[in-house]
């Protein structure tokens, strides 16, 4: 996805959320008990490439050094990425990205971008180059329960071909040209499987009375083309 440039961002949460927009970022205040504060991280979209018109590849580094030190400063209990650390070739690029992550004084959870499956034949490769516990997961902190989706699984850069996920493939984008729209290269869905998975995850949090967040690459709604397929 290309949506933002802008990448760093702290958010503070309790019950109710009132957003703020700052130089800085955004900080959501908030009043209530047992607040958490994270950072949040996107689209980096780093590569050892020549600019290309607006798109400075190497200055990401910079950038990302800029905000590890600001997340640091403000102390934020994590941080969150939600993909598209590299912007292409990511056997070639990521271990320059994720050494700046070392510097990050607390976890960073991250999520895969449709950018960081270039180069990559093994999925399960990524996840662990990412230290993510699964391709998608969730975690929890204090009252509150955060799910990590990934809007990669059901994709056509996404290694698909030769498994279940193959077919799921073809039946989203069946339903896509039904509805008028066209397939792009870089559109994402989550399966029916991880559908499942949520929805359980859902029940439970309920059931449980913790606060959800869910977190994906793609956006769930609001940008037509670039939204997550199904």
């Known amino acids: 996805m290309q949506l933002f440039r802008k990448t ?10 009132l957003g703020c927009q700052t130089s800085r970022g955004i900080v959501n205040r908030v009043e209530g008990d ?16 020549d600019t ?6 190497r200055h ?9 030190d600001h997340l640091n400063r403000e102390k934020v209990e994590f941080t969150v990425n939600l993909g598209d650390l ?7 690029n990521l271990d320059s990205v994720l050494v700046k992550f070392k510097r990050h004084h607390t976890p960073v959870y991250h999520t895969t971008g449709n950018h960081d499956y270039g180069g990559i034949q093994d999925n399960g490769q990524l996840f662990r180059l990412l230290n993510m516990p699964d391709e998608y997961y969730s975690f929890k902190r204090g ?15 996404s290694n698909v071909v030769g ?61 037509i083309g670039l939204t997550s397929c199904n």
């Open 8 to 17: 760093c961002y702290i958010l503070v949460l309790t019950t109710v959320v």
């Open 34 to 49: 047992s607040p958490v504060r994270f950072g949040l991280v996107a689209d980096i979209q780093y590569c050892d490439c």
């Open 52 to 57: 290309r018109g607006s798109r400075y590849y």
């Open 60 to 68: 990401s580094l910079q950038k990302l050094d800029e905000c590890v």
């Open 86 to 92: 590299v912007d292409r070739d990511t056997p070639h």
């Open 143 to 157: 009252g509150w329960r955060f799910i990590m989706l990934n809007t990669n699984e059901i994709a056509s850069y």
């Open 163 to 223: 498994t279940w996920r193959e077919s799921e493939l073809e039946e989203i984008n069946k339903k896509l040209k039904e509805l008028g729209h066209n397939p792009v290269e870089y559109n994402g869905g989550v399966s029916s499987r991880q559908l499942q998975w949520l929805q359980k995850l859902l029940v439970n949090a309920k059931k449980s009375g913790e606060k959800v967040i869910i977190f994906s690459h793609h956006p769930l709604d609001c940008v």
